[in-house]
């Protein structure tokens, strides 16, 4: 069975510095691999998805990296803004399945 | 409207009620999904409809009955619910269930409080 861990739960930065999200999942068979961003009590915001056969993934300031052999994934925020603060999920998706696996994710907030 | 809508957004309900959670997709999409995300717990898929056909059910309780009428809608009609349901409920939508690039589009969620 899928499992998805994201390390660290929580990470508190001033603004302005460069981060990484952690993802790592034990089952490397995987489709792809999803970054979501969610605010409090709100749906999620997809970010990035990256297919097995990727390496990276780029958008804005958002860089997703995927090491399939080794079970992980990270997400660079490069110049963090107090807009960032949000929780942030990794799912994967397994092949053959339609299923999304999600991590418990971790709680980011950026300090004006 | 764009996206996954849901409504409501907030539902109080108590455990005798029945209501029902709507969700649209105006994506062109043919696969939906009912996830529940519950309080410090990471999301739990509970149904995938693929071309209105329930493809998926993740041994949800009976007292969680979806329903989808068409590729742009899905229902969750709720019945006799637990204290323990009480959780964020989210549809997401993509262009197919299966895949390799079934990118999911998420709604907005409905906050449902079981008294």
């Known amino acids: 069975k899928q499992e998805v861990t994201q390390i660290p739960a929580a990470l508190s930065v001033p603004e302005g510095e460069n981060l990484v999200l952690n993802c790592s999942f034990t089952?490397?068979?995987?489709?792809?691999l999803q970054w979501f961003r969610q605010d409090p009590g709100k749906g999620l915001t997809s970010l990035l998805l990256?297919?097995?056969?990727?390496r990276e993934q780029t958008s804005g300031r958002l860089n997703a990296s995927l090491d399939k052999s080794s079970g992980r994934s990270t997400l660079y925020i490069a110049a963090s803004q107090p807009g960032d603060s949000a929780t942030y999920l990794c799912?994967?998706?397994?092949?053959?399945?339609?299923?999304?696996?999600f991590g418990s994710g971790t709680q980011l907030t950026v300090l004006p | 409207e764009t996206g996954v809508t849901q409504t409501p957004r907030h539902l109080v309900m108590g455990m005798t009620n029945k209501k029902s959670l709507k969700c649209e997709q105006h994506?062109?999409?043919?696969?939906m999904y009912w996830y529940k995300q519950s309080a410090k717990k990471p999301l739990e898929l509970m149904f995938v409809?693929?071309?209105?056909?329930?493809?998926e059910n993740n041994s949800v309780p009976s007292r969680f009955s979806p329903e989808c009428p068409n590729s742009s809608h899905l229902f969750l009609h709720l019945h006799t619910l637990q204290p323990e349901d009480s959780a964020l409920y989210l549809c997401?939508?993509?262009?197919?269930?299966?895949?390799?690039?079934?990118?999911?589009?998420f709604g907005p969620g409905t906050r449902l409080t079981v008294l």
């Open positions: 089952d490397s068979a995987i489709y792809n």
């Open positions: 994506l062109g999409h043919n696969a």
């Open positions: 409809y693929s071309l209105e056909e329930r493809v």
């Open positions: 990256i297919q097995s056969s990727q």
């Open positions: 997401a939508s993509s262009q197919v269930a299966g895949g390799k690039n079934n990118e999911q589009f």
């Open positions: 799912a994967v998706r397994q092949g053959g399945s339609r299923q999304l696996t």
